[in-house]
């Protein structure tokens, strides 16, 4: 899972030209990590929350887009985490946690899609 995670992570962000361009070449690979950790966490020790049917994906897909406990948990220890570990100033860091919905969605998408590729090439 991880893998995936920071994978996203290293696509994601190398798409976001407010990113991308304002993260020292040097500190990229470091700071992937970082997020990708954070995303990682977020999933495996989600807050204390009443959940819905279907467990912690059913959770996070359903609370998304409504700023919920979760992703507000993940991007706060990471804006805190980037800015304490690599100096990042607030303009990229609160770059990096608005594209964390997103993101976190993209890879929701990803770990749903190895039945599609096989059903696809039965077609």
């Keep these: 899972m991880f893998d995936q ?39 495996q020790n989600p807050p204390a929350s009443p959940a819905p049917e279907g467990g912690i994906l059913s959770q996070f897909e359903n609370s998304l887009g409504s700023g919920n406990i979760l992703t507000s ?8 985490s980037l ?6 100033p607030p303009a990229i860091t609160g770059a990096i946690a608005a594209s964390l919905p997103g993101l976190m969605q993209k890879f929701m998408h990803k770990s749903e899609e190895p039945a599609a590729p096989t059903a696809a090439a039965n077609a």
């Design 73 to 80: 948990a993940v991007s706060g220890g990471l804006v805190s």
């Design 83 to 88: 800015a304490s570990k690599f100096g990042l």
């Design 5 to 43: 995670i920071l994978q996203l992570v290293k696509e994601s962000m190398g798409n976001h030209p407010a990113i991308a361009g304002n993260i020292p070449p040097e500190q990229a690979d470091e700071i992937h990590r970082e997020v990708a950790t954070h995303i990682a966490n977020g999933l």
